[in-house]
């Protein structure tokens, strides 16, 4: 528990500082050097991702590459109930253009319900426990399947995750999706040995914001095959940090996302909308998924908004945090902060 708090706090300090698209071409350009060496490791010839490595500042912003790029949504996800109605508030919202598409791809484990499934789209691995041991094979499979599909991008998420596509995709198409990286919000399992020195020493993914992962990289991660991969991860629970330890040890650079993402449970309905360059939300309830959509695309009227948010919020607070102890501090302070916006001052 303690080491998951350190996690939550790094990533909470991390994503309060974002670079702005200059500067973090200048961090990423400073931080390989001409000499710059990818790590020894059991994949073989890697002389080929090393010179792509070098290559990373100079190539990975392009001017725009216009509308061709392929970007794949990879969700992880289990059969306990609970999980399963956020899968379907995710697909029923943000996620129902990119799967009607073909760029949608979720992975439970081997005892995942048949009559949840989708074949390729929604899929039981059956190599993978359903279970947190089983983690890190899902998301092992979602990169394996990326990688098989060719795709530009992955985004990597949660069922609680909200992704604001358009706005994710505008900043991608920025970028070259053939250099060797890997986005997101960084500074977790800094100093923690289990998850590799390198991870140890630099830190890596805070996977609640998402994890962004490019073409070059899904390709070097899955040069080996799905099954490599996965004995790779292993029964690793914090799947990011499986993810971070293959990506830093192929010298693959892991670079703040050069746009706002929350890993955090932004509770409050206020803060929310007051949160409109926010283009990741964690930890989004069934109901607030829906109103938050309709909010973004506009896509609902001035008294479907209200009916939503009725159904989203109590006293101005997200509901379906209210029962677990984790969270009871920040609920308590939003009611708090609530009633006191509704406090007329004389």
Partial sequence: MAQLKAAITASLLVSSIWPSYSS???????????????????????????????????????????????????????????????????????????KS??????VGGRTYPSQWQEPGLVVGAQDCQDEMLGNSCKEASLIAEAAKRNVSWLVVTGEDNYVDSARIEAVLRKMDPAVPAALGCLGCGKNIPQYGKFVQSDGGFCGGCGEVISQGALQLLAA????????????????????????????????????????????????????????????????????????????????????????????????????DPWFHEQVERCIELSAESRTVVP
């Fill in 101 to 106: 598409e073909g760029r949608f791809y979720v």
């Fill in 224 to 323: 080996r095959g799905r099954s490599a991969l996965i004995h790779e991860y292993g029964t690793e629970t914090q799947c990011d940090m499986s993810t971070s330890r293959a990506l830093r040890e192929r010298g693959i650079p892991l670079t703040s996302f050069p746009g706002e993402l929350s890993g955090f449970p932004i509770i409050s309905r206020k803060e929310i909308e007051r949160s409109s360059g926010v283009m990741i939300f964690h930890y989004v309830m069934p109901a607030a998924m829906r109103w938050l959509h309709a909010l973004r695309t506009g896509n609902g009227d001035e008294k479907e908004l209200h009916s939503l948010s009725s159904l989203a919020f109590a006293k101005g607070c997200m509901q379906g945090f209210e029962s």
């Fill in 24 to 98: 973090f071409f200048d961090t990423f350009h400073k931080g390989l050097e001409p000499g710059f060496l990818v790590p020894e490791g059991p994949w073989g010839d890697l002389a080929a991702a090393r010179k792509a490595t070098r290559l990373a500042g100079e190539q990975l912003f392009l001017v725009d590459s216009g509308s061709e790029q392929h970007v794949m949504y990879g969700v992880f996800t289990t059969a306990i109930p609970k999980y399963r109605k956020r899968l379907e508030a995710v697909m029923s919202t943000w996620g129902a253009k990119p």
